[in-house]
């Protein structure tokens, strides 16, 4: 699911910053313009293609669409999920507006953090409903397809959507254990119904326990020429969005567009061959990320990457990645030897006082196995966050998180247990202040630490 995605996602960004659009042929590519032409459609076709076969999948398995699936209860190692966090409950909603607008409506959530997050078929998040985007009253919402003109109910906001499938991912903040009936009462607020029928068609989300793995990790890598066959029916489907209209005639020399079968050209069944492993070759080598302290992060996702090549990478392990302005993981897989993070040594993470990760929501670090999945321990703690109850600061302010096999010889309330082999950790703000999402403000290093 949502943050499921993202973590696999920071795991597998590098540190180099990726090539801007528009792309030329980097990784040795032939200098056929029309072979280079068709690298760039594979990669610029990269998040529709994906789209389109999460929807498949989604059909083949029953999926309700206009409504929102959610998860009730919050992350442990028992689901075998990669990467989920254990701060909110997950839902989602495939949103199809070929139709007609859908209306949104959402409770009061009494400064609960949430978020309803809204991707179009190319994988940008075009709009938010939450706690950082529209506060956390109750509101009234229209999701309109393109080109809607129309009346909207007294009071309702209008939010145009860039395509008419629309992916939704929500997220809702769990203070604590007794928290949870409450966090529920806010998920099952978030209903979804048809314009036409407003109020009264309104309907609330539907129990799903494990949504989580409603976006499996695609393998594109054998698609051949009949991936572009596939890219020309999404696109003329799901037209692109005016911000990524440009680049779009350059295709047809290599006779690829909406509509458009170029596998069925004998002359062209080569060149596209070729365009799938060049093209991948190219997502996996381009790196976003930027390393501080040890830690890796991605600061470059808007709400619209206008880069080809960076959009593939964000979302070639599905969509649903928050924009650096609602979130924010930064991500270490080694200690500060360089070598990879395993139960034989011990770490700690202190903070100074006074300098706690600037944030307007919450902050969370989680454990996971080499596997991604939350690993199971005597505490059954899986992270430690500004709501873990019983943390021990130091006099100045401190706060000093150990990450070790056994039981700290100081005691257990800033403990987060790590396993005997090899994991990895995920550091996740969300709603980050300016300081922490220009990059002012600096995650401290792992350090080595006494048991």
């Known amino acids: 699911m949502a943050d499921a995605i993202s973590t696999r996602r920071d795991f597998v960004l590098g540190t180099a910053a990726a090539a801007a659009w ?3 042929g980097a990784m040795g590519a032939t200098p056929d313009p029309h072979a280079l032409v ?29 409504r929102f699936c959610v998860t009730p209860t919050l992350a442990t190692p028992a689901l075998n999920v990669a990467g989920p966090n254990v701060d909110t409950l997950y839902g989602y909603a495939w ?39 529209t506060g ?34 929500t997220r809702t903040l769990v203070r604590g254990d007794k928290d949870l009936a409450a966090a529920q009462q806010a998920q099952q607020g978030f209903t979804l119904g048809p314009l036409a029928a407003y109020p009264h068609g309104q309907k609330q989300p539907i129990p799903q326990e494990n949504a989580l793995n409603v976006l499996p990790i695609l393998d594109l890598s054998k698609s051949g020429p009949a991936y572009f066959d596939e890219l020309g029916a999404l696109a003329k489907a799901y037209p692109p969005p005016s911000q990524d209209a440009d680049g779009v005639p350059r295709f047809a020399r290599a006779g690829i567009g909406a509509g458009l079968t170029p596998s069925r050209n004998p002359a062209l069944v080569s060149l596209l061959a070729k365009a799938v492993p060049g093209g991948l070759a190219r997502i996996h080598a381009a790196k976003l990320a930027t390393v501080v302290n040890g830690w890796s992060v991605n600061y470059k996702i808007t709400n619209f990457i206008r880069d080809p090549l960076e959009r593939a990478v964000v979302n070639q392990v599905g969509p649903g ?17 360089g070598k990879p993070l395993g139960g034989h040594t011990a770490y700690k993470l202190t903070f100074p006082g006074g ?3 600037p944030v307007d929501a919450f902050w969370s670090l989680t454990l996971y196995g080499p596997d991604y999945r939350l690993v199971e321990n005597p505490l059954k703690r899986y992270a430690i966050n500004d709501r873990t109850a019983g943390l021990a600061y130091g006099r100045d302010g401190s706060l000093s998180i150990q990450i070790q096999h056994a039981a700290p010889a100081a005691g257990q309330s800033n403990w987060l247990p790590a396993p005997e082999g090899p994991y990895k950790l995920l550091f996740r703000t ?21 048991a």
Request: glycine share 8%; hydrophobic share 40%.
């Open 22 to 24: 528009p792309m030329t």
């Open 38 to 66: 068709a690298e760039d459609a594979f990669i610029w076709g990269f998040p529709l293609v994906l789209t389109g076969r999460y929807l498949d999948l989604a059909k083949r398995k029953g999926a309700v669409f206009n």
């Open 95 to 133: 949103i199809d507006l070929a139709s007609g607008p859908l209306v949104l409506a959402v409770p009061d959530t009494h400064d609960r953090y949430y978020s309803i997050q809204f991707v179009d078929a190319y994988g940008n998040t075009f709009s938010y409903v939450g706690r950082r985007q």
């Open 136 to 169: 956390t009253k109750a509101g009234v919402y229209v999701l309109t397809p393109p080109g809607w003109a129309g009346k909207l109910p007294d009071g309702a906001k209008q939010i145009p959507a860039t395509t008419s499938l629309v992916f939704s991912l």
């Open 321 to 337: 990645a928050h924009i650096a302005k609602e979130a924010l993981y930064f991500s270490a897989n080694g200690g500060p030897d």
């Open 355 to 357: 300098h706690l990760p």
């Open 430 to 450: 969300y709603q980050p202040r300016p300081e922490l999402y220009d990059g002012t403000y600096k995650l401290p290093p792992l350090e080595v630490a006494s």
